[in-house]
Nanobody, 127 residues
Framework: QVQLVESGGGLVQAGGSLRLSCATS????????MGWFRQTPGKEREFVAV????????LYADSVKGRFIISRDNAKNTVYLQMNSLKPEDTAVYYC????????????????????WGKGTLVTVSS
């Protein structure tokens, strides 16, 4: 059974940092891009960041560029999202997703294209 399990969410003050983790199991994710997305009540899930299988390529949403860093450790089957300089508007449930890909491009940030999803972890940033 394929599983993506997010952890690391919590309550943090504005300006603080959190590191989210996404542990994968149940299959090899070789050739998969791994992404982080977020969703707030009443809004659609939105793209945050994505990373290639090798870790050599990344894409970020403009809203988090320069503040968030996505990385992966394939030996540990884990993807990370380091979130710095957090703002109240970063408050959301953060989801990890996986998508098989053959070429790199911005289409990898398409929510509808993900093959697997985790159940999410809540991040709350207080002002």
């Amino acid at each position: 059974q394929v599983q993506l399990v997010e952890s690391g969410g919590g309550l943090v003050q504005a300006g603080g940092s959190l590191r989210l983790s996404c542990a994968t199991s149940g299959r090899s994710f070789s050739g998969y891009a791994m992404g982080w997305f977020r969703q707030t009540p009443g809004k659609e899930r939105e793209f945050v960041a994505v990373i290639s299988w090798s870790g050599g390529r990344t894409l970020y949403a403009d809203s988090v560029k320069g503040r968030f860093i996505i990385s992966r450790d394939n030996a540990k089957n884990t993807v990370y999202l380091q979130m710095n300089s957090l703002k109240p508007e970063d408050t959301a449930v953060y989801y990890c997703g996986a998508r098989r890909f053959t070429y790199w491009g911005t289409y990898l940030g398409d929510v509808k294209g993900m093959d697997y999803w985790g159940k999410g972890t809540l991040v709350t940033v207080s002002s």
